[in-house]
T-cell receptor, first 115, second 110 residues
Framework: GAVVSQHPSRVICKSGTSVKIECRSL??????MFWYRQFPKQSLMLMAT?????????EQGVEKDKFLINHASLTLSTLTVTSAHPEDSSFYIC???????????FGSGTRLTVV | RKEVEQDPGPFNVPEGATVAFNCTYS??????FFWYRQDCRKEPKLLMS???SGNEDGRFTAQLNRASQYISLLIRDSKLSDSATYLC???????????FGKGTKLTVNP
């Protein structure tokens, strides 16, 4: 079955630094990748949608200059949290859809803690 | 009004019990519906898709009522391993975006 690998699974960083999260589709070409954020006891909230080779589409209220998304190939998308602050501490999850095969596969998530 | 609303829970039931979760969605253009399961600090995993005709997968039965914009999930003979948060998820009409409910936490007790 389709597998999406997300790294790192957990990261602790200092306030003001940047963190990069990678999401790779291992056995399929992901035409579209989604980035979500989930705060404790809350639902997954879509942050942005990225298509290979084009700029990401951000949801309302998500700062595109703070959350940089790059989808340079059909198997890799990255999310960089720039100048992270404690309020950015959250669970970040990516998801990918398969070309010509409807379905969404989720990465295992990244727990970010900003201290 | 939230796009997807679920029973707030939590549900605490004994092993073997039958438990039902409800969900409503606000966008009548929504086209596809799912139940996902999320274990603590893990990613969501697809439990089952939901069809208008209703569908069953072992102990799990999902129902969709488009007229009422209502989705349900029934778990029969619950097991300890069913303990998780159940997420009602709707595919937004005209897009590839999934919209997640807040989830209902289920704890099955021995």
């Amino acid at each position: 079955g389709a597998v999406v690998s997300q790294h790192p699974s957990r990261v602790i960083c200092k306030s003001g630094t940047s963190v990069k999260i990678e999401c790779r589709s291992l056995d399929f070409q992901a035409t579209t990748m989604f980035w979500y954020r989930q705060f404790p006891k809350q639902s997954l909230m879509l942050m942005a949608t990225s298509n290979e080779g084009s700029k990401a589409t951000y949801e309302q209220g998500v700062e595109k200059d703070k959350f940089l998304i790059n989808h340079a190939s059909l198997t890799l998308s990255t999310l960089t949290v720039t100048s992270a602050h404690p309020e950015d501490s959250s669970f970040y999850i990516c998801s990918a859809t398969e070309l010509l095969n409807y379905g969404y596969t989720f990465g295992s998530g990244t727990r970010l803690t900003v201290v | 009004r939230k796009e997807v609303e679920q029973d707030p829970g939590p549900f605490n039931v004994p092993e073997g019990a039958t438990v039902a979760f409800n969900c409503t969605y606000s966008n009548s253009a929504s086209q596809s519906f799912f139940w996902y399961r999320q274990d603590c600090r893990k990613e969501p995993k697809l439990l089952m898709s939901v069809y208008s005709s209703g569908n069953e997968d072992g102990r799990f039965t999902a129902q969709l009522n488009r007229a009422s914009q209502y989705i349900s999930l029934l778990i029969r003979d619950s097991k300890l391993s069913d303990s998780a948060t159940y997420l009602c998820v709707v595919l937004q009409g005209g897009s590839e975006k999934l919209v997640f409910g807040k989830g209902t936490k289920l704890t099955v007790n021995p």
